[in-house]
């Protein structure tokens, strides 16, 4: 079955600290792997998109990495803000149908605290 | 910055009351989609348009409907609410390509819904 696990569920963490949100996933086969983050009440805005064949992505103060093999990625927030306040999703693409579809994770809610 | 808007972004009505939930792009994109989110929980997919008069149903069973009769407007109806309808809607539109392409999907704001 293709599923996406995020962990942890919930973190807090102080301002200016770095944290590390994993991403484990079954869907197979694989196609590529988004971070998107959520602020509450809002929509999802993407932060990065990562294929196959790559191993990091940065977007400003957020990079991802994959491991296609072990079928874990993590986003690694350097230099936290308040605004980093969020729910950060893993969503996973398969090549499996003609276009793919997207498998979602429950997201992890991280807190910035002053 | 995506070009998605969703109306209304907050909405509490009466059950069996009659609601249409507005969503357009100005992006020119082809594909449009709609997702259910619960609080704490994933998207999921209750519907989606390839294009014009293109309408299909998602993974999660659902009593609303959609029509495509524009490339940029994608409403989500429910003909009678019900307490369980309650959650939070959201429209979302890609380009042509499929996920699988890695292409940027953008989500609108969604639109709370809450049935009473």
């Known amino acids: 079955k293709n599923q996406v696990e995020q962990s942890p569920q919930s973190l807090i963490i102080l301002e200016g600290k770095n944290c590390t949100l994993q991403c484990n996933y079954t869907v197979s086969p694989f196609s590529n792997l988004r971070w998107y983050k959520q602020d509450t009440g809002r929509g999802p805005v993407s932060l990065t998109i990562?294929?196959?064949?790559?191993n990091t992505k940065s977007n400003g103060r957020y990079t991802a990495t994959l491991d296609a093999d072990t079928k874990q990625s993590s986003l690694h927030i350097t230099a936290s803000q308040l605004s980093d306040s969020a729910s950060y999703i893993c969503v996973v693409s398969d090549r499996g149908s003609t276009l793919g579809r997207l498998y979602f994770g429950r997201g992890t809610q991280l807190t910035v605290w002053p | 910055e995506a070009d998605i808007y969703q109306t209304p972004r907050y909405l509490v009505i009466g059950t069996g009351k009659k609601i249409t939930l507005e969503c357009s792009q100005t992006m020119g994109h082809d594909k449009m989609y709609w997702y259910q989110q619960d609080p704490g929980m994933e998207l999921h997919l209750i519907h989606y348009s390839y294009g014009v008069n293109s309408t299909e149903k998602g993974d999660l069973s659902s009593e609303s409907t959609v029509s495509r009769i524009r490339t940029e407007h994608f409403p989500l109806t429910l003909e009678s609410a019900r307490p369980s309808h309650t959650s939070q809607y959201l429209c979302a539109s890609s380009d042509h390509r499929g996920p699988s392409s890695g292409n940027t999907i953008y989500f609108g704001e969604g639109s709370w819904l809450t049935v009473v």
């Open positions: 990562m294929t196959f064949s790559e």
